[in-house]
T-cell receptor
Framework: AQSVTQLDSQVPVFEEAPVELRCNYS??????LFWYVQYPNQGLQLLLK??????LVESINGFEAEFNKSQTSFHLRKPSVHISDTAEYFC??????????????FGKGTTLSVSS | GAVVSQHPSWVICKSGTSVKIECRSL??????MFWYRQFPKQSLMLMAT?????????EQGVEKDKFLINHASLTLSTLTVTSAHPEDSSFYIC????????????FGDGTRLSIL
């Protein structure tokens, strides 16, 4: 079984400042990792994913996350945030050996609030 | 990208009413669909997993007679909240995954259910 811990429930930052949203996972098997973003009253949108290969993955809107196996982490970063990045961010994990019918396990989410 | 359509987006109804929520995968075949419930400011709680043509698997603590799930085709799953009461008010989100283990889950935009 897997579990996810998002260490910060809320992260307030000013516009154009860098940000890091932390995510740690626990698993007895190798994992796939995901970050999803949720805007108010909407479903989740996939932001980026780590499946294999390069441990640094990037999204089209400037976010990146790095898979660190030794620290069991998948922290999300952005060098300069915008007001529009204000949203709820969820880290999720699933075991590579899990069957296709196994749901993602989500962290409790981090609220990113960007102000001017 | 893959699109999951969820309908309706908002429902307000009287206590005792049954409410049906539809989840459709628009451009891929969803072999597995998931139903989540999300309380305000909290993460997604998996309610059940359904595979096309078979009975849904419910998570512990979720009443299968209260939350009826039907996954009759590879593009449609429905969640029916039977005899809904105010405590059933929540944000319900469906998710679909296509074939293969490593595919990410694609999410609908959610349904806000308010029981008066």
């Amino acid at each position: 079984a897997q579990s996810v811990t998002q260490l910060d429930s809320q992260v307030p930052v000013f516009e154009e400042a860098p940000v890091e949203l932390r995510c740690n996972y626990s698993s007895s098997v190798s994992v796939y990792l995901f970050w999803y973003v949720q805007y108010p009253n909407q479903g989740l949108q996939l932001l980026l994913k780590y499946l294999s290969g390069s441990t640094l993955v990037e999204s089209i809107n400037g976010f990146e996350a790095e898979f660190n196996k030794s620290q069991t982490s998948f922290h999300l970063r952005k060098p300069s945030v915008h007001i529009s990045d204000t949203a709820e961010y969820f880290c999720a994990v699933t075991g590579k050996s899990n069957q296709a019918g196994t749901a993602l396990i989500f962290g409790k989410g981090t609220t990113l609030s960007v102000s001017s | 990208g893959a699109v999951v359509s969820q309908h309706p987006s908002w429902v307000i109804c009287k206590s005792g009413t049954s409410v049906k929520i539809e989840c459709r995968s628009l451009d891929f075949q969803a072999t597995t669909m998931f139903w989540y419930r999300q309380f305000p400011k909290q993460s997604l709680m998996l309610m059940a997993t359904s595979n096309e043509g078979s009975k849904a698997t419910y998570e512990q603590g979720v009443e299968k007679d209260k939350f009826l799930i039907n996954h009759a085709s590879l593009t449609l799953s429905t969640l029916t909240v039977t005899s809904a009461h105010p405590e059933d008010s929540s944000f319900y989100i469906c998710s679909a995954r296509g074939t293969g283990v490593i595919g990410p889950q694609h999410f609908g935009d959610g349904t806000r259910l308010s029981i008066l």
